[in-house]
C-alpha cells in the first residue's frame, strides 16, 4: 500500500510539473548562467543505488561551458534520464555520463549524453517515448508513470534546447541533452566536434 501511495504521490507530481511548464511556458524557470558539471553530479548523487556506485561513468573534460539553465529543472532532467537508465538495464552495465558539442544553424550546443547498454528499444517505442503515459515496458515490471521522457523534453525546449534519443534493442540506449551555449560563453577546444 505504501509502494502504491508513493506512485501515485510521483505521478501526481509529475503531471504537476507538466501542467506549471506548459501553462506559465518556462516563465517560473529561475535561469542562471553557470557551468552544468555541478548539476550533472548532483543529479548522480540523487539517483546512486546504495551499493552499485560503480555503474555510473561520468566522463567530463575539465573545461565546459558555462550555460543558461534552471538548475533545478535541468536536474530534474538528468535525474529522469538516469532514472530510466537503471530501470531499463535490469542486468546491470555501466551507464555513461559525457558530453558533446557541436554548431547548429550558427549556434553552439552541448549536450549531456547519457547512455545504458540495456534492453534497448524499437524504433516504433523510440517514435513514441516523449508521449505522456507511453510506457516502453508495457508488462508492468518496471516501476514509473510514463510521464518521465515528456516532463525531459517540455524542460529541454523551455531551455531552447532538444532532446534526441538513439537505441536499439538489445544493445541499449543513448540519451543527448542538448542546450545552446550563448554568446560569451567559452567552449571547450576538446569537445568540439
Do not use: C
Not at 515528456?150 to 534493442?169: A, N, P, R, T
Amino acid at each position: 500500500m505504501h509502494r502504491q501511495a508513493r506512485r501515485l504521490t510521483d505521478l501526481i507530481n509529475e503531471l504537476l510539473d507538466l501542467a506549471r511548464i506548459e501553462s506559465r511556458a518556462g516563465k517560473d524557470f529561475r535561469i542562471v548562467r553557470q557551468r552544468i558539471d555541478p548539476v550533472i553530479r548532483d543529479a548522480i548523487a540523487t539517483v546512486h543505488v546504495d551499493g552499485d556506485r560503480s555503474r555510473m561513468h561520468l566522463n567530463l573534460p575539465d573545461s565546459l561551458p558555462e550555460l543558461d539553465i534552471d538548475p533545478a529543472k535541468m536536474q530534474q532532467a538528468i535525474i529522469n534520464v538516469l532514472s530510466n537508465a537503471y530501470k531499463y538495464s535490469p542486468q546491470g552495465g555501466p551507464i555513461d555520463i559525457t558530453a558533446r558539442q557541436r554548431s547548429q544553424g550558427g549556434t553552439g550546443q552541448l549536450a549531456i549524453v547519457i547512455s545504458d547498454r540495456g534492453m534497448g528499444m524499437t524504433h516504433d517505442q523510440v517514435a513514441r517515448v516523449f508521449e505522456r503515459f507511453y510506457r516502453a515496458d508495457p508488462s508492468g515490471h518496471i516501476p514509473g508513470t510514463g510521464l518521465g521522457m515528456s516532463l525531459v523534453k517540455e524542460i529541454m525546449e523551455s531551455h531552447g534546447g532538444s532532446v534526441e534519443l538513439d537505441s536499439e534493442i538489445g544493445a541499449g540506449t543513448s540519451v543527448s541533452l542538448w542546450l545552446p551555449v550563448r554568446d560569451g560563453a567559452s567552449a571547450a577546444p576538446a569537445l568540439l566536434h
